[in-house]
């Protein structure tokens, strides 16, 4: 599973949404939370990914550091776990 420490989301056409990728990838559902551990994303499109935007609101996240918690299952029904954080550069 690769995860990327960083994104910039300004519609540039490069590095606009935060995604996960990997191999033999079958369900995902990725978590993106705030300094104060509120959930402010949530999605099981893996393909989608996060935009920078706030999902209870609409909307848009401030430049900041985020922690994302993304649980997999891989094509064997092997679940994968893994937690970081990501930087949001505007």
Not at 61 to 66: G, L, M, P, S, T
Not at 73 to 90: A, E, I, M, N
Request: proline fraction near 2%.
């Amino acid at each position: 599973m690769y995860v990327p420490n960083a994104f910039t989301p300004n519609s540039d056409g490069t590095n606009d949404f935060f995604t996960i990728a990997g191999l033999g990838i079958e369900e995902a559902v990725l978590n993106i939370y705030n300094r104060w551990g509120e959930n402010i994303y949530t999605t099981a499109n893996i393909e989608a990914g996060w935009d920078g935007t706030l999902q209870k609101n609409n909307g848009t996240a401030q430049q900041d550091v985020y922690v994302y918690v993304v649980n997999v299952k891989d094509v064997f029904g092997k679940s994968h776990s893994r937690t970081g954080t990501v930087t949001l550069v505007r």
